[in-house]
């Protein structure tokens, strides 16, 4: 059940966020060089910074959460897994597997920035 629930969430989460990140960039990049300045100025600052990273990991997250819990249900669309024990099994492993590559993801970045 809470697989299901976070696929939905997580589904949420990118249209909504995704699409709002997505429109700042392209404002800031509308605007000029001067506006995009302003923008990476912005997120340079500390607070801002450390929100922006943290909205960063949490739709990284989503986004393997998402397509874990996606091909969890395309292999249930073929009838295999429907076993209680299967099935819960798998859904331990979406949320361990995307928990796992949003960690590896996130000290990928972090390594290339120091």
Not at 73 to 98: C, M, P, Q
Request: with cysteine; glycine share 10%; charged share 10%.
């Amino acid at each position: 059940m809470l697989v299901s629930i976070l696929h939905r969430a997580t589904g949420i989460a990118l249209a909504v966020g995704g699409a709002l990140l997505l429109t700042c960039w392209l404002a800031a990049v509308a605007g000029g060089p001067e506006a995009y300045q302003n923008l990476r100025d912005c997120l340079a600052t500390p607070w801002v910074g450390i929100a922006a990273t943290v909205v960063g990991v949490g739709l990284t997250w989503s986004l393997f959460q998402h397509l874990c819990t996606g091909i969890r249900h395309l292999i249930l669309d073929t009838g295999v897994g429907y076993e209680l024990k299967a099935n819960r099994t798998w859904s331990i492993a979406t949320l361990f597997i995307s928990v796992t590559a949003t960690a590896a993801v996130w000290l990928y970045v972090f390594r290339g920035m120091l």
